[in-house]
């Protein structure tokens, strides 16, 4: 590395240093969920980059449905929300979803780790200079504003689906590890929170949400 950045500017030096720093504290960061040992840089992950999926949704208005289930009270992973904040998010749903066919789209990663899976989506979401502004709540806030709730729910029941038709004695609890936003300029190497938003969807939520969108019992 010291040898590709010799003939660079200064500028441009700087920049290289800085997305280096940068990756080595998101792949070194203990992430929340897998009992402290849980880090990007472990050498045993088992990856998948980029998985495309593709839902069937039913032929009937579900948006109220959706909005109702993913109600964001519901969960754990939005508990530094004061109740006025929570009460004002509304479901940009149409801008998501079709009123009927075919759902696609890409899983930015999904990994295993002692025998668990994992969603990730990296976030480069810009919300201030410092640290201090990508904080659990700051990141809260950001999840919903930008319908990230959404997005990863349905990531987690194509995934729930794909994993129900490949692994032998599939259970949801025992296999699945949780879902991880990244936001890569928040996470600060210190083995803090910053920069790190991580929920675990109960089975009940992931199935009441895949009979709302696909119309299967």
Avoid at 27 to 52: A, F, I, Q
Avoid at 99 to 109: E, K, P, T, V
Avoid at 110 to 116: E, H, L, Q, S, T
Wanted: hydrophobic fraction near 35%; charge should be negative; charged fraction near 25%.
């Amino acid at each position: 590395i010291s040898s590709a950045t010799e003939s660079l500017s200064e500028t441009d030096a700087r920049r290289v240093a800085a997305v280096l720093k940068m990756l080595n504290q998101v792949l070194n960061v203990p992430l929340p969920g897998g009992g402290g040992g849980l880090k990007l840089s472990r050498p045993d992950l088992t990856l998948r980059r980029e998985m495309e999926f593709c839902l069937p949704l039913a032929d009937r208005p579900v948006a109220d449905r959706v909005s109702e289930i993913l109600r964001p009270e519901n969960s754990a992973a939005f508990n530094q929300l004061e109740a006025e904040s929570i009460s004002r998010w509304q479901l940009n749903f149409p801008e998501y979803l079709p009123g009927r066919g075919y759902l696609n789209g890409f899983i930015d990663l999904i990994f295993r780790a002692d025998k668990r899976y994992y969603l990730l989506d990296w976030k480069t979401n810009n919300l201030g200079p410092d640290y201090s502004d990508y904080s659990s709540e700051a990141l809260q806030r950001n999840m919903l504003n930008s319908d990230y709730l959404l997005q990863y729910n349905l990531y987690l029941v194509a995934l729930n689906r794909f994993l129900e038709k490949r692994l032998e004695n599939y259970d949801f609890t025992t296999h699945f590890g949780g879902v991880y936003y990244l936001y890569v300029r928040g996470i600060d190497g210190l083995g803090g929170s910053n920069g790190i938003f991580y929920d675990r969807p109960e089975y009940e939520t992931v199935m009441a949400l895949t009979r709302a969108l696909c119309g299967e019992n």
